[in-house]
């Protein structure tokens, strides 16, 4: 059964920082890997997805990458803005249309 | 192009009354989910339907939760009796096979509280 860890699950950076929020699982056989954020009381908003094939993906300020054989991604936020400030939740897939596994997200607070 | 819609947003019931939820994928998605998310974890999935057949159910609670996707579009998730230990964020997820590499995308949830 895959699992899924986020680390750290808090963190409170100053406006304007590079930052790294880091994801583990625990099964490398995986399809894809979707990095989304959540604001409270709010729905998953999906930010990266990146196939198993792939390095990493850029949008934006965000930069995530993925190591599938040692069962790491990691995502990139550059210059920071209090506008970032969500829970990010990461998620493997197993397969094209399979359901996600989440951890338990990094909950992120730019304070301006 | 609308998003996944869900409704009702809220839904407050006593323990041991029926309640059912309700989701609209973005138009064309075949795949269909529905996620449970507690507070302060991540959604756990409870059902697949692909198009109106439901392919994974394995984690959904037979006993007092069903489901149903008719025609293969819209989809209601239902618990009935509602217990206390069900109040949580029931999510709505959609995708497009082969599109995106099957991005999935979430609609805002529904908030159910069983008192």
């Known amino acids: 059964k895959q699992e899924v860890t986020q680390i750290p699950a808090a963190l409170s950076v100053p406006e304007g920082e590079n930052l790294v929020l880091n994801c583990s699982f625990t099964?490398?056989?995986?399809?894809?890997l979707q990095w989304f954020r959540q604001d409270p009381g709010k729905g998953l908003t999906s930010l990266l997805l990146?196939?198993?094939?792939?390095r990493e993906q850029t949008s934006g300020r965000l930069n995530a990458s993925l190591d599938k054989s040692s069962g790491r991604s990691t995502l990139y936020i550059a210059a920071s803005q209090p506008g970032d400030s969500a829970t990010y939740l990461c998620?493997?897939?197993?397969?094209?249309?399979?359901?996600?596994?989440f951890g338990k997200g990094t909950h992120l607070i730019i304070q301006p | 192009e609308a998003g996944v819609v869900q409704s009702p947003r809220y839904k407050i019931i006593e323990k041991k009354q029926p309640v059912a939820f309700w989701c609209n994928p973005i138009?064309?998605?075949?795949?269909l989910y529905w996620y449970l998310q507690n507070l302060g974890q991540g959604p756990e999935l409870l059902i697949r339907y692909e198009n109106e057949e439901a392919v994974d159910d394995s984690q959904l609670p037979k006993d007092r939760f069903s489901a149903e996707r008719l025609k293969g579009v819209d989809s209601t998730l239902k618990i009935q009796p509602a217990e206390l230990g069900d109040s949580a964020v029931y999510l709505c997820a959609s995708s497009l096979a082969g599109q995106m590499g099957d991005t999935q995308y979430f609609g805002p949830g529904t908030r159910l509280t069983v008192l």
């Open positions: 138009s064309g998605h075949n795949t």
């Open positions: 990146i196939q198993s094939s792939q």
């Open positions: 099964d490398s056989a995986i399809y894809n």
């Open positions: 998620a493997p897939s197993g397969g094209g249309a399979d359901g996600l596994t």
